[in-house]
């Protein structure tokens, strides 16, 4: 399993396209898991008041409707939820709350001495899934790491050539990865600075790429947010214009039937 992540990696390192990448087992997902704990099992978060609310509700929808038909659905019917009803769901919530802390604290007691291992356990998964979250926004904006190495670009520009030399395939990637790994070893020094240089030259030329996306971004960023609040003062100054007409009228109702 740690070998085909390891694999994986390299591959899309390599940037050796999309059809031996793809073509790799999708058995071990690219997501970060949660580290299973041995031990007893802590307590699960409670439901949201969304979630209770869905959970009452469901049953009452029309069969025929698939489930995403029942959760737009179910949205809408949220919104339009009176308050009074969202504060039963959200009582609810709370109690669960509650009782999922007093859950939480004896679960921690009950570890002993095993609870700073779980701790760190739990530590080190939080920061790989926001590692890994802000991984998918950078290559979501297009940003690319900078991190090029000269042994990358010797395999970038030999792993074609010595993959066709041994019939292709997934089955050979293995053979030719530790192929070049050692004829990388037995190259003089002068060839592999020769890679070094190029490959500095890459990260230098990807780090001015990433910065100009990442101030694009913020600049959109900030155009989307300082439109969202122009919407809103406008939406706030129609209501207020809205209700000064609103008094408006009543006064001079009340004066017509004083007169």
Request: aromatic fraction near 6%; hydrophobic fraction near 35%; glycine fraction near 6%.
């Amino acid at each position: 399993m740690a070998g085909l992540l390891a694999l994986r990696a390299s591959m899309r390192l390599l940037g050796l396209g999309e059809a031996l990448t793809c073509s790799l087992s999708t058995s071990s997902s690219s997501f970060v898991k949660r580290p299973v704990f041995e031990g007893p099992m802590p307590p699960k978060r409670p439901a949201t008041e969304f979630a209770i609310f869905v959970k009452t509700n469901m049953a009452a929808l029309p069969a025929e409707l698939n489930i995403r038909e029942k959760m737009q659905k179910l949205g809408h019917m949220w919104k339009s939820c009176p308050i009074t009803e969202k504060e039963n769901y959200r009582e609810q919530y709370m109690n669960l709350k509650t009782e999922y802390k007093q859950k939480l604290e004896q679960f921690m007691v009950d570890l002993g001495p095993k609870k700073e291992e779980y701790v760190a356990q739990l530590t080190a998964y939080k920061h790989k899934k926001e590692d890994f979250r802000k991984a998918v926004c950078d290559k979501r904006k297009g940003i690319q790491g900078n991190n090029m190495s000269g042994y990358t670009l010797y395999l970038q520009d030999n792993f074609a050539a010595s993959l066709d030399a041994h019939g292709g395939g997934r089955e050979n990637v293995p053979i030719v990865m530790k192929e070049l790994a050692g004829r990388w070893k037995e190259l003089d020094e002068n060839t592999k600075l020769g890679y070094k240089a190029r490959a500095s030259l890459v990260n230098s030329e990807r780090k001015a790429k990433n910065e100009t996306l990442v101030e694009k971004t913020v600049k959109v960023e900030s155009a989307s947010k300082e439109k969202v609040g122009d919407k809103k003062t406008d939406t706030k100054e129609a209501a207020v214009s809205k209700k000064t007409k609103e008094a408006s009228a009543k006064k001079a109702a009340v004066a017509k039937d004083t007169k």
